[in-house]
């Protein structure tokens, strides 16, 4: 297994334009984490899912994030109408149930850049 | 909010001397875990240790060593006898979902 596995790495769109980014994580872990991180800062929780449940969500996050893990395996991303502050990292991490006994392995992330 | 600070933002330290970065976390969890992560210039975050809350004992792995103790909410973290190779951001977390720290960007000079 190669790890978490992010795409695209990178992603410019315009002000107004709907975004989506995938994220593959380690086949046997079943929790799936996504983050944002903005420069000088640590990372932020989105929302999670176990297998294909989506357990919680942030209440920072706005209605115009959308998650999805339909199958349990890979997840995506997705943000309709990007503002410049959507601009950042976004980080997705895996782990296995028992995930606190080890830590979450994370991608190496997908930079949005809204102009 | 139940926070975590890193209250230094930058370290600078020439190789090979030892240096200590500082953790202090909010909580009204009786059982927690704490985390601490490296971001190397590379960006992907690696894992480094976890704490659980009811053990209270040190732990040292090579030249890394951690220092939690609960009285003070606090979970110190010290590289001895850093190399250039240790220069990261270095982030503490807690809980569950992972509140993180802003962060301490370390800068080891040769």
């Known amino acids: 297994d190669t790890g978490v596995s992010q795409d695209p790495r990178h992603k410019i769109t315009k002000r107004g334009q709907n975004v989506t980014f995938r994220c593959d994580p380690i086949?046997?872990?079943?929790?799936l984490y996504w983050y944002r991180q903005t420069l000088g800062q640590g990372p932020e929780f989105l929302t999670y899912?176990?297998?294909?449940?989506?357990?919680?969500k942030s209440r920072l996050l706005s209605d115009r994030f959308s998650a999805e893990r339909p199958k349990g395996s890979f997840s995506t991303l997705e943000i309709q109408r990007t503002e410049q502050g959507d601009s950042a990292m976004y980080l997705c991490?895996?782990?296995?149930?028992?995930?606190?006994?080890?830590?979450?392995?994370f991608g190496s992330g997908t930079r949005l850049t809204v102009v | 909010a139940q926070k975590v600070t890193q209250a230094q933002t930058e370290i600078s330290v020439v190789e090979k001397e030892d240096v200590t970065l500082d953790c202090v976390y909010e909580?009204?969890?009786?059982?927690?875990?704490l985390f601490w992560y490296k971001q190397p210039p590379s960006g992907e975050l690696v894992f480094l240790i976890r704490?659980?809350?009811?053990d209270e004992q040190n732990e040292i792995s090579g030249r890394y060593s951690w220092n939690f103790q609960k009285s003070t909410s606090s979970f110190n973290f010290t590289i001895t006898a850093s190399q250039v190779v240790d220069s990261a951001v270095y982030f503490c977390?807690?809980?569950?979902?992972?509140?993180w720290g802003a962060g301490t960007k370390l800068i080891i000079k040769p």
């Open positions: 991490a895996s782990s296995p149930e028992a995930a606190l006994n080890y830590g979450y392995t």
């Open positions: 086949s046997e872990h079943n929790r």
């Open positions: 899912f176990q297998n294909e449940a989506q357990l919680e």
């Open positions: 909580t009204r969890d009786t059982t927690y875990y």
């Open positions: 704490r659980n809350s009811f």
């Open positions: 977390a807690r809980g569950y979902q992972l509140i």
